[in-house]
Structures are given as structure tokens and as C-alpha cells.
């Protein structure tokens, strides 16, 4: 009896939803958050601090009645509902530092824009601009007119067409001139390529029927060839992207299949996925399809990432055959995928420097494939000095410097893995996990590697104008530990 009666006493001092919403930190968030959702965060804040305090009651545990009063309630009810908004908004796109080494890290946004592609977003696309417009005439112009035309002259093809992204590239080209036909592919190019994008899948999505030929590991130019009917439109070839069939194997090459292709009145189409523009084997990456020579070698269509390799924006770049094009451009499907304008901005931006000859320079992922191992290291030393100075003496954090190896990531070259220099961050008393979670809830968040029991940052993925902040983050390892006791 006394247990229940008390029970009441205490629920009746918790704070209702109005007054919650009448306080200082309510009347500050208010203009944040909006008033219905501040009433909803205020409302799940009070009932679960109703449903809380029943359950101490019920399970019988003693009690510190002073701590359950009127003010203490309202105060904790207060802090709650912060802390419910700011994780709210934590969910929310934010910069992050990747310190992890993983260069087109796809849970990270895959590819950081360039500072002139950024640039070129806000100041050309950001606000009213030419999109369907040629300023010239006066008249309606043609979309993505320009950033189609650069990319026509850095790949050699005669035609290009640009969409959301390369899934939709596939759909689209397969649809535009496969549906209700066949189209022959692999056995060994039937992967999975990440993101639930299953290249089969994807591929029957279109209305193409898919008519697989040779096995897992080898596929002949003959293969291909007996698989040809009145009813096939195409032979397919798909990049495996982040899947690599190693030791006896082999694959007829893009001459090989457009002669056959050609010979028998269908067309090549060849998914590259990540797409190089320029010859990478100086980085190691040596079986990454160069666009210019699927081309020349006879594919009549290509489709590949804008970002990956590229390092510019997410979309599906397809180039080809002018005819080939056109009729893909004429799919009502392109309507529905065709790409906005911040997309073109960026665009044009990265494949200006294509052209230039400077992406290796100033795209961001491609200079950090470039980097040498040196490079990295004699960053690396340079930031453990700042960061020894800045600590002092005492510091409850220690450093580590170590060869490791970086990821290029994003499904591209999943056998190359430069060298690189890491840098182990340990602290005296908390455990590596615990480091790369503080890490994580730094502002901004930096995201590290846990390599064999360490937290482990790799300076190839953290952008020079960022150091900074990553110093200060890992810094503040030192004072948090002082903050907790
Ligand atoms: C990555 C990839 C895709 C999908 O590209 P998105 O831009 O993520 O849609 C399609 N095909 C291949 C071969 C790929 O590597």
C-alpha cells in the first residue's frame, strides 16, 4: 500500500508535456526542431520517463526520494529532450574525416568532390543557370549538352549520354536495346557487385532476357558465338569489379567479342563499373578497363561510375556509337533517370581536368591513389610532431608509426592495396575500440581503422586541409579522459 501510494506521489511530480514545453531549453530548441516535433520528442521524453520510474517502483528498489522531485524531474526531462534532438540531427548528412584508408569508400559517399568541382556546383548550378538554355540564341538549349561533349572527347567515343548513376546506365542501355531480345553473357560476370546491385538481377529488370554462357572461370569467343540467335540484340560484358577470378582462367577481349558481335549484326556492350579515364598501372591498377579502349576496340556502348575512378559525382556515364546513343536517348527511361544540374556543374568540372591533364592532381581520389608511400610517411611524421607538441608531457596518448597497406574500395581493384604508412593511436587507459568510438563522435567525426587491436589512422584518405581538425580530435583524447575522472 505505502509502495503504490508513493508510486503515485512521484509520477504526479513528473513534469507534463506542457510544461516540458514551456522551459528556457524547449523555447531554444523550439525554433530548431519546429513546434510539432518538439512536442513529439517532449511527449516520448515524458512517457519514458513515466515508464521508467513504474519499473523502479514495480521491481521494488529502494529509493532516494530527494532525487524525484518536482525540479529534479523537470531538469532531467529537460536534458533528455536535447539529447533527443541532437541525436535527431546527428542522423543527418555531415562531413566526416576518413582516416580509414579506404579511398572510394562507399559508406563514406565514395568519391570527395575536387575544390573546383565544388566550386563549380555552387557557382553554376547552385542558382538559376543555362541547364536547357543557349544563352547565344536566346533559345531552349540541350541538357548536359557540354559536360556530354567533354566526355565524348576524353574517351574517343562519338556520342555520350549521362544519368543518376551507373545502375540506371545498365537498366537503361539494356532496356533501350535488349527488351523482349537476348543478350549473352558470362557465367563469370555474374557477381554481385555490392549495394544489392546483382548484376543478373539488375540485368532481368530490363525485359532483356539473359542467356549465360561458359563457366564460372573460363569463357571462350566460341562460346559466345553458339550462343547466338535470331532473337539475340547484344553480348554483354560486365566489369567483376569487386571479384577477381584468379589463376586458369580466361576471357576474350573487347576486339574479340565486337568482331563476333559485328559479324552477326548485335551489338557490344561492356558495363565497366568503375571506369579508368587514364592508364592507372603506375598505381597498380592494370585491369581496370580503360573507356578509350573499349572504345576503339570496337564496343559500340560503355557504361561506368561518374565517381569510383572517375572521382567527380555519383552518375552513369554512357558513351558509345552516335545511333547507339540516340536510341537510348530516346528511351522513355532516360526521362526518368536523366541527371540534375548540380550533376553536369561537377561534371563538366572533373572532366575539364581530365582534359587539362591534371585529375591526378586535383581530383581527390585519384591523388590519393598517386600518393607514394613517402609522401604518406613523411606526412605522417610531421603530424605525430604536431601532435607530440600539442599533447606535452604526461599525455595519456601514444603514437605508433607503421607500414600498412591503404584500400582503394568503392568495388574497384579489389587486389590492389598500396603501401602505406599508419599511425597507431593508443591511450593508456582506454581500450582501441573505445578510442575509435570517441574518435567517431568527435566533431567532425573521424572515422579510423581497427587494425589487429589498435585504432589506426591512414593520412592517405585525410584530405591536408583537414589536418587540422584530425588533430584536435585526437588531441582531445587526452582531455577527455580528465573530463570522465
Ligand atoms: C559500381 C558498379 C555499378 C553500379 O554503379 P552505381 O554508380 O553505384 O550505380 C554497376 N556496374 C559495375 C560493373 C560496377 O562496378
Redesign the pocket.
Known amino acids: 500500500m505505502d509502495k503504490i501510494e508513493s508510486s503515485t506521489t512521484f509520477l504526479r511530480n513528473l513534469p507534463g508535456i506542457d510544461t516540458l514545453l514551456q522551459t528556457k531549453t524547449s523555447e531554444r530548441l523550439v525554433a530548431e526542431a519546429g513546434p510539432q516535433y518538439l512536442a513529439g520528442l517532449a511527449r516520448r521524453v515524458t512517457d519514458n520517463m513515466r515508464d521508467e520510474l513504474r519499473q523502479a517502483f514495480e521491481s521494488g528498489g529502494e529509493f532516494d526520494k530527494d532525487a524525484i522531485t518536482r525540479e529534479t524531474l523537470l531538469t532531467e526531462a529537460e536534458s533528455r529532450l536535447e539529447d533527443a534532438w541532437r541525436s535527431e540531427q546527428k542522423t543527418g548528412l555531415q562531413r566526416v574525416i576518413n582516416a580509414s584508408g579506404v579511398i572510394i569508400h562507399t559508406n563514406l559517399g565514395r568519391a570527395p568532390l575536387s575544390d573546383e568541382a565544388r566550386k563549380a556546383a555552387v557557382d553554376n548550378a547552385s542558382r538559376y543557370c543555362n541547364l536547357e538554355y543557349d544563352i547565344e540564341t536566346g533559345k531552349r538549349g540541350k541538357r548536359g549538352a557540354r559536360a556530354e561533349k567533354l566526355l565524348t572527347g576524353i574517351t574517343g567515343a562519338e556520342s555520350a549520354l549521362i544519368v543518376n548513376?551507373?545502375?540506371?546506365?545498365?537498366v537503361l542501355v539494356l532496356t533501350a536495346l535488349a527488351k523482349g531480345g537476348e543478350t549473352i553473357i558470362s557465367r563469370g560476370e555474374l557477381v554481385e557487385?555490392?549495394?544489392d546491385?546483382r548484376?543478373p538481377d539488375v540485368m532481368e529488370e530490363s525485359g532483356a532476357k539473359l542467356v549465360e554462357v561458359g563457366t564460372t572461370n573460363k569463357t571462350k569467343a566460341s562460346d559466345y558465338e553458339r550462343a547466338i540467335t535470331e532473337n539475340t540484340k547484344m553480348i554483354t560484358r560486365?566489369?567483376?569489379?569487386?571479384y577477381r577470378i584468379v589463376g586458369f582462367t580466361a576471357k576474350p577481349t573487347v576486339a574479340e567479342l565486337a568482331e563476333i558481335a559485328h559479324r552477326h549484326g548485335v551489338l557490344l556492350y561492356e558495363?565497366?563499373?568503375?571506369g579508368a579515364l587514364e592508364d592507372m598501372t603506375r598505381y597498380g591498377l592494370s585491369d581496370e578497363p580503360r573507356i578509350a579502349e573499349s572504345i576503339s576496340a570496337g564496343a559500340d556502348v560503355v557504361?561506368f561510375?561518374?565517381?569510383?575512378l572517375i572521382g567527380g559525382i555519383?552518375?552513369?556515364l554512357i558513351v558509345g556509337k552516335r545511333e547507339v546513343i540516340e536510341q537510348i536517348r530516346r528511351n522513355p527511361l532516360y526521362r526518368a533517370m536523366r541527371a540534375s544540374k548540380m550533376v553536369y556543374a561537377i561534371l563538366e568540372s572533373t572532366f575539364d581536368s581530365f582534359r587539362r591533364g591534371d585529375a591526378f592532381e586535383r581530383i581527390p581520389v585519384l591523388r590519393m591513389l598517386a600518393a607514394s608511400k613517402s609522401d604518406i610517411r613523411q606526412r605522417t611524421l610531421e603530424f605525430v610532431h604536431a601532435l607530440t607538441e600539442k599533447l606535452g608531457e604526461d599525455s595519456a596518448v601514444s603514437f605508433e608509426v607503421g607500414e600498412g597497406r591503404s584500400v582503394v574500395g568503392?568495388?574497384?581493384a579489389p587486389a590492389v592495396q598500396p603501401q602505406t604508412t599508419l599511425l597507431a593511436v593508443k591511450h593508456k587507459d582506454l581500450s582501441a575500440s573505445e578510442v575509435e568510438k570517441r574518435l567517431r563522435n568527435s566533431n567532425p567525426a573521424v572515422i579510423c581503422r581497427l587494425v589487429e587491436d589498435r585504432a589506426v589512422l591512414d593520412l592517405r584518405t585525410v584530405q591536408p586541409d583537414e589536418e587540422d581538425e584530425l588533430l584536435a580530435a585526437v588531441a582531445s583524447l587526452n582531455l577527455k579522459k580528465m573530463d570522465n575522472g
Open positions: 548513376n551507373c545502375a540506371a546506365a545498365c557487385i555490392g549495394g546491385f548484376v560486365v566489369h567483376p569489379s569487386n558495363d565497366a563499373g568503375s557504361t561510375s561518374g565517381d569510383k555519383q552518375s552513369g568503392g568495388g574497384s
